[in-house]
């Protein structure tokens, strides 16, 4: 069970009570005769810890001379099989059965190798290379060297010794000369120092790498993962990057594990099952938890949706619950949680994809404008040249230049020579960023009905300035305040929220910790009854008025108060646009650039494309930060901006927009 000291995170225990005889007795009375009694047998099982599987294999083969695992594989089938089976094998003997199958016959299941090998403590390596040479009679690593190769087969090789170091005194100065040597290994070094990442992150201790990703992440400017994605390839890629995520939290790697192994359509159930199996005595309360705090369902509900029958009866008995139901954080999501507020806190250099033109000739872009649009047909690829590829400052030049060669109005031209998503794409980027996104907020609130997302998209996450320029902009095109369209056209906490925000008068000094305990303890009160200190006005008071630095202690110190994550607790207490308003503003403190790349991924994704959302991001962040959108796109969803966009576009449209992505990742 749990080692001294440590608090039990399995979901499976020692059965009270436990008789070995008495429980081989009642399985071999569930196999006799015709058929067999397979909710007996689940019932049982599930409910044994492996230690106590073991000594009931043992009494089956003294009370009846016959091997229990063979007669269980000969009464059961399928998946229900395979789940049963792998549950009555000791961990290092599953894990050696899964590298076994992974290695044989034609081709590599890298993926099995990958998940086992960077995820294993010390002692579980040493067990399952003893287990291996026990089952199969032969040598692990001469196997895996035999069926691997270049860089892959090397840091396999070396997480195959077990011996990583496991002392928790860490040394400062070593932590600063890893992050240096790692850095100067990729992204300063042409070409990559592969070895170089392989000794460090094959060899050094859990809580040393851990500060090591810090420090790099604050010299480097980008998370190691990214680093990874973009200077190491194939297989050696993916298993360096899952060992960077079991040295942050192998609960959150594993809950991603599960949660890729039943997502869309199909279910991989050799990677469910081997999990469910592997971890059920270890940390699945965590990975539960983390499951949830990252995909909003529970890891039960998604097993219940995705699987049926007796399989899938035993896979919730594995899970132990029901967290939606529960309701509760478990203290290793909290510490993700907290982790999360702890790196959304280091500063990292926000860079747009659109920078000015070095060679700039405000009426030489008037003119190949004018020749793209005059005569028969338009030119668009030349518009396109020209617009994506300068700033805003100078296209606002390019403006008055057209004025004073042609005595032409160029967004005029523009409109009738373009058409569709193209035309509001250019004619977008040709307005000032104020002036664009008045005019966003403007279509959003006219008209019947109201677009509140896109209310809150704007108004959640201009700074200060932006929303004072907003303003004016708002004023001069429609001649009214913005403030009173946003009044007339929403109503009770939501109008307020917008109100507020619309304010621009945000604090922008630094944390004040005191304070902060203060806002957060304000938060977390939910005994208040007082109508006008409600829940909604005393998140409005901090969320829309403190600094992003402030918010974001006020946000960790919430979670130590409280176990979770402030963003569970508004889905949890708060509903509708009031709840969407206030997640957007978390979201926007705790990382803007991803909150972007989400919304970007949800324009795009399933059937049909939300044109509408996908243009007003790439336009609105081309010059402030959507080069770190598209690093935390891929960091996300496991593909880049440029690739997504270009499967769900097309014609100029697309190639408008590829040139204000950039490049491919």
């Not at 090789?157 to 928790?168: F, M, P, S, Y």
């Not at 360096?240 to 040295?247: D, E, F």
């Not at 039943?262 to 059920?280: A, E, F, H, P, Q």
Request: charged share 30%; net charge negative.
């Amino acid at each position: 069970m749990a080692p001294q000291g440590k608090v039990y995170r399995g979901s499976v225990k020692d059965f009270p009570g436990f008789d070995a005889n008495q429980d081989a007795e009642a399985l071999y009375n569930a196999m006799k005769g015709f058929g067999s009694d397979k909710e007996a047998i689940l019932d049982l099982i599930t409910s044994r810890s492996n230690k106590q599987r073991v000594e009931i294999c043992q009494a089956y083969k003294s009370l009846y001379g016959k091997d229990l695992i063979a007669d269980l594989k000969y009464e059961l089938t399928g998946k229900f099989e395979r789940l049963i089976v792998s549950l009555m094998r000791p961990p290092a003997y599953g894990d050696a059965k899964e590298i076994k199958d992974a290695i044989s016959g034609i081709g590599t299941d890298e993926k099995c190798l990958i998940e086992i090998l960077a995820s294993r403590t010390n002692q579980e390596i040493h067990d399952l290379v003893a287990a291996y040479k026990d089952a199969y009679e032969r040598d692990l690593e001469a196997d895996i060297v035999g069926d691997t190769s270049g860089h892959f087969k090397k840091m396999l090789v070396v997480l195959l010794q077990g011996a990583r170091e496991e002392d928790d005194v860490v040394s400062e100065d070593l932590v600063e000369q890893d992050a240096k040597d790692l850095l100067e290994a990729g992204e300063l070094k042409w070409g990559t120092d592969e070895a170089q990442f392989i000794y460090i992150l094959g060899r050094r201790s859990r809580q040393h790498l851990r500060l090591v990703f810090d420090e790099y992440l604050k010299i480097a400017g980008k998370p190691i993962e990214r680093s990874i994605r973009g200077e190491l390839s194939g297989d050696f890629e993916k298993l360096m990057l899952a060992v960077v995520k079991c040295i942050r939290s192998k609960a959150e790697y594993f809950a991603e594990r599960l949660y890729k192994a039943m997502k869309g359509l199909g279910t991989r159930d050799n990677t469910l099952i081997r999990i469910m199996v592997s971890r059920s005595e270890i940390d699945m309360l965590d990975i539960r938890e983390v499951f949830r705090t990252k995909y909003e369902k529970s890891l039960y509900n998604m097993i219940k949706e995705d699987t049926s029958g007796e399989y899938k009866k035993a896979l919730l008995k594995l899970c132990g619950g029901d967290d939606d139901a529960a309701g509760e954080f478990f203290p290793e999501a909290a510490q993700v949680a907290y982790r999360m507020w702890e790196l959304s806190a280091v500063k990292v250099e926000l860079r747009g994809t659109v920078q000015p033109a070095g060679v700039f000739n405000d009426d030489g872009d008037a003119q190949v404008l004018r020749k793209a649009m005059k005569g028969l047909g338009t030119d668009e690829g030349a518009i396109i040249e020209v617009v994506t590829k300068r700033s805003n400052a100078q296209r606002q030049q390019i403006l008055k230049a057209y004025k004073a060669h042609y005595g032409r109005d160029l967004m005029a031209d523009l409109k009738s020579e373009l058409s569709g998503s193209l035309a509001k794409l250019i004619l977008g980027l040709m307005l000032t960023p104020a002036q664009y996104d008045a005019k966003q907020l403007r279509k959003a609130v006219e008209g019947a009905g109201t677009d509140e997302s896109v209310l809150i998209e704007i108004m959640a996450t201009r700074n200060n300035q932006e929303i004072r320029a907003i303003n004016e902009a708002y004023q001069e095109a429609y001649h009214k305040s913005l403030e009173d369209d946003l009044s007339s056209d929403t109503s009770g906490h939501f109008k307020r929220i917008l109100v507020s925000l619309a304010l621009g008068n945000r604090d922008e000094g630094p944390e004040n910790l005191t304070q902060a305990h203060e806002d957060a303890k304000k938060l977390a009160d939910v005994s208040s009854n007082d109508s006008s200190d409600s829940l909604e006005t005393r998140f409005l008071s901090i969320l829309c008025t403190r600094s992003y630095p402030h918010l974001r202690r006020v946000f960790q110190e919430f979670i130590k108060m409280t176990n979770h994550d402030v963003e569970h607790a508004i889905k949890k207490r708060m509903s509708g646009d009031v709840r969407d308003a206030f997640v957007a503003i978390v979201r926007s403190v705790k990382n803007k650039p991803a909150f972007f790349a989400d919304k970007l991924y949800k324009s795009m994704k399933g059937a049909g494309t939300d044109e509408r959302t996908l243009t007003r991001i790439m336009i609105s962040r081309s010059e402030i930060d959507l080069f770190n959108i598209r690093g935390e796109f891929i960091d996300l969803f496991d593909k880049s901006l440029h690739h997504m966009i270009e499967k769900d576009t097309s014609g100029d449209y697309r190639k408008a927009l590829l040139a204000l992505c950039g490049r491919e990742d």
